[in-house]
């Protein structure tokens, strides 16, 4: 059996394949960094296959699939994706688009691509990536936190279309706060609070995959985030958001 991890060159990817690996599975690890890809080939050892792909671009998302369908593959990982700091008129609009196409297009297509077959075969986890920003408005980063509140709301639906018809089809969402990986410095800031360990959050992160857990939130303080915003209105939401991105520094984008 194998699992595929989109982005899995770097953070938190990366640190899933390994333990994946560990576990017994057959890698297929996914990303546009060659250099990494063939690293962690190596590391990683036989079982491990690298896909090199821009999933930003919906047709290699398509052409992943095709390459892949007659693989038996237990396990799709979507957590390929990456933020932008910067006021939402200012911001370049190709890196928009492209957030947009990597975070949301290619989670879409390549989940609902892969789940078809799972419900065909009656079994296989899928677990998206999304960000404790899908529970609120982010001021200075709107539109990654818009592509995490879909990444949520789509797994949470397509969760309760499984569990209405009796599948036995996992679908689950990860939802990190901080955690200290390449983000920022792709991303274009600096903050002063550190993120947790990526290999502490994605070790998590798969052993609670396989408990079935639905929503996946590694730490105490963060896993309070969702029931606070339950408990209070957009407008109170995006006040406090504007103040905990407002202690954020933008840095050149890397
Ligand atoms: N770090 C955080 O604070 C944090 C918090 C919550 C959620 N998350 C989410 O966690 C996921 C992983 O992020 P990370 O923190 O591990 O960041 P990271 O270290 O920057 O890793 C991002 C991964 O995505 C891949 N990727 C980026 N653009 C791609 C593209 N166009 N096509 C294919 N692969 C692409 C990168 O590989 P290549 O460069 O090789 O393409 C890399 O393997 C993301 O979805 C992120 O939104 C992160």
């Not at 792909?53 to 892949?68: R, V």
């Not at 990597?102 to 998206?128: P, Q, R, S, T």
Request: neutral net charge; charged residues 25%; proline residues 4%.
């Amino acid at each position: 059996m194998a699992a595929l991890i989109t982005g899995a060159t770097s953070g938190i990817g990366c640190h899933m394949a390994k333990k994946l690996s560990h576990m017994g599975f057959d890698t297929i690890l996914v990303g546009r960094n060659k250099k990494m890809l063939d690293i962690m080939s190596e590391e990683l050892g036989s079982g491990t296959k690298t896909i090199q792909a821009d999933l930003s671009k919906p047709e290699e998302c398509f052409e992943l699939y095709e390459s892949l369908k007659n693989e038996k593959i237990e396990v799709l990982i979507n957590n390929a994706g990456f933020g932008d700091f910067s006021y939402f008129d200012e911001g370049s609009i190709e890196k928009q688009l492209s957030m947009i196409d990597l975070n949301i297009k290619a989670v879409h297509i390549l989940m609902k691509l892969f789940l078809g077959d799972f419900i065909d075969k009656g079994y296989g986890y899928i677990l998206n990536v999304a960000s404790l920003a899908a529970f609120l408005p982010g001021p200075k980063m709107a539109v990654y936190y818009g592509t995490k509140a879909y990444v949520y709301r789509l797994t949470m639906a397509v969760r309760e279309e499984l569990r209405r018809r009796g599948s036995k089809v996992y679908c689950g969402v990860l939802c990190p706060g901080p955690v200290a990986t390449n983000f920022n410095k792709r991303a274009g800031v600096s903050f002063a609070k550190r993120g947790i360990d990526p290999e502490y959050c994605a070790e998590y992160a798969i052993e609670k995959m396989f408990e079935e857990k639905p929503v996946i939130i590694p730490g105490t303080f963060e896993k309070l985030l969702p029931l606070l915003t339950h408990l209070s209105t957009d407008a109170l939401q995006t006040f406090f958001c504007w103040e905990f991105q407002k202690q954020k520094e933008k840095t050149p984008n890397k």
